[in-house]
């Protein structure tokens, strides 16, 4: 069936850095657009980041765009996202999502159950 | 930036009609999409393109879209409907973005 496994969170200090990995199975990644999106504990949904199927194009949330990178390997169906320069208000499940197209802009089929990240000092 | 508003809460009693709304400028010249989510749980697709269903979610569930509003509607409601319920559109202007509404708790009373 069609799945998507995150990894890579953990508790980190503010300041430092994660990358987080999401492993894709039962469907061509290839063809797909891909995002991240996190749940802070007690808030809503927020979107962080998208990339094209072809690895092309890369849109960020305002909130991010400085601090966090998308990227893909479609040899490996994997989509990585590398989060830098944590700060406590970071702390959030990180879902990462399937596009039902390859541009990435229309909506989320697949959801991962995502990896926690904890900014702690 | 553009923003959708959902109310914070809603509650129905079990067999009942829900109704979620969801409130945007010109809202119902976009695709509007719903997911969702349960404590400890993947959020889950339940409506796309205003009123299409995936396989796997029950007819109970619909939704509409016009005007400044869209709306996902539970008819007789059960206790696992029980969840938080978020719009979410892809806004086509300032460049690509994905916006999500603040969700919805849906209380089963």
């Known amino acids: 069936q069609v799945q998507l496994v995150e990894s890579g969170g953990g508790v980190v200090q503010p300041g430092k850095s994660l990358r987080l990995s999401c492993a894709g199975s039962g469907f061509t990644f290839s063809n797909y657009g891909m995002h991240w999106v996190r749940q802070a504990p007690g808030k809503g949904l927020e979107w962080l980041a998208t990339?094209?199927?072809?690895?092309?194009?890369?849109y960020y949330a305002d909130s991010v765009k400085d601090r966090f990178t998308i990227s893909r390997d479609n040899s490996k169906n994997t989509v990585s996202l590398q989060v830098t320069a944590l700060r406590p208000d970071d702390t959030a499940i990180f879902h990462c999502?399937?596009?039902?197209?390859?541009?990435?802009?229309?909506?989320?089929?697949?959801w991962g159950r995502g990896t926690l990240v904890t900014v702690s000092s | 930036s553009y923003v959708l508003t959902q109310p914070p809460s809603v509650s129905v009693a079990p067999g009942q009609t829900a109704r979620i709304p969801c409130g945007g400028n010109d809202i119902g010249s976009q695709d509007v999409h719903w997911y969702q989510v349960k404590p400890g749980q993947a959020p889950v697709l339940v409506v796309y393109d205003d009123r299409d269903r995936p396989s796997g979610t029950p007819e109970r569930f619909s939704g509409s879209n016009s005007g400044s509003t869209a709306m996902l509607t539970i008819n007789r409601v059960e206790a696992g409907d029980e969840a938080d319920y978020y719009c979410q559109v892809w806004h086509r202007s300032s460049g690509h973005r994905e916006v999500f509404g603040g969700g919805t708790k849906l209380t089963v009373l």
């Open positions: 990339i094209t199927y072809d690895g092309d194009n890369k």
């Open positions: 999502v399937k596009d039902s197209s390859g541009s990435g802009n229309w909506y989320f089929d697949v």
